[in-house]
């Protein structure tokens, strides 16, 4: 098995332009997220600054959350792009696109992640002539761990960016001819029972296919075409399953279904990861059990992606004077959170705070300071909205 690290009214009439559950979910998703990068302070798995104590409660969370976050987050992006394009030509999209991802992408890289780098590597025992010494390695551009050129968690910005350049061939084929026929076939397909399910078959085959050359998730694009396709093939779903109304509401009608299947490969997984920890130590190593766990973990994440949409399109698909704030928010809060995080963890982990009391100060200071950065300066400052991604 593989080490892992991370009453509604029917939709017409709530809105045909806008899906406020998206936004809802997008806000939700990126504070768990702060917190999941906290906890990974406090588990086994590598990161960029340990805790000598852990918590295996919170590891067996993290299991869970670590196949749901971010599939997620690229879903909703997909969907967005949807909306999106109802607004733009595609050149605009490509433009917007630039400003809005890869300017943040190349000012993070040079500003915003190399602090976490530099504070990684004082928590390791190197010593430095104050952060000016350590950030003239940045520009000798050899890459992280070895060197200090990185975009670490802004992955994330990275393969946005790049999905969304690729996608739009797929996007203008979807539009006409036999893009709308394998529509038509695809609302055939949602509308039976559990149908929106099957997608999760191309997911694994994709994966079992491009595992075997590609076999670690690493974040680094060149060598990670197996992570970055599963990433795409979610992208694609979020697009596909709210270019059309009817799907909106076919979703909602099956979300029980959706809860079901996402319950069922959650026992299957933890019952997997109790008889390798416990019981069967050696099934560690055994090719099958491998195949089961991706399997499995392969099918949960599309599962639960599918049950949060359809339960969040039935409970939050409402506006909210505040939600507008917080979408334009959320996404220079999740620039900053993990520098923010790494900094803060660096000197607390100094102080004796145990494992759940660390967790809570480091997570609630960490929030805090993101939150605080982005609406005292960031918001207010037009330089700082550009290289943030904001309009």
Known sequence: ??????????????????????????????????????????VPWDWHIKSAEKSEVMRWIMIWLHYWRMPLLFFISGA????????RTYNGYARERVTRLFVPLVFGMFVIVPPQIYYERLFNGVQFNGYGDFYRTVFDFIPYPKGSFSWHHLWFVAYLFLFSLVSIPVFRWLKAGSGLKFMDWTERLVARKGGALWYALVICISQVILQNFYPDETHALIDDWAYFTFNLLLFWGGYILVSRPVFWQMMLNQRRIYAWATLSTTVIMYSLYIAIRFYHPAWDDVWWCDLLWDINSFCLTWFSVLASIAYGHHYLNRPHPILPKLNEGVYPFYVLHQTVIVAVGYYLLKLDLGVWGGFWVISTLSLVLSVGLYWLIIKRVKILRLVFGLK
């Open 80 to 87: 967005g792009t949807y909306f999106a394009l109802k607004k």
């Open 1 to 42: 098995m593989k080490n892992v690290h991370t009453a509604p009214a029917p939709p017409s009439s709530i809105s045909a332009t806008r899906r406020y559950d998206l936004d809802w979910l997008r806000v939700i998703c990126i504070v768990i997220l702060l917190y999941y990068h906290v906890g990974m302070i406090y």
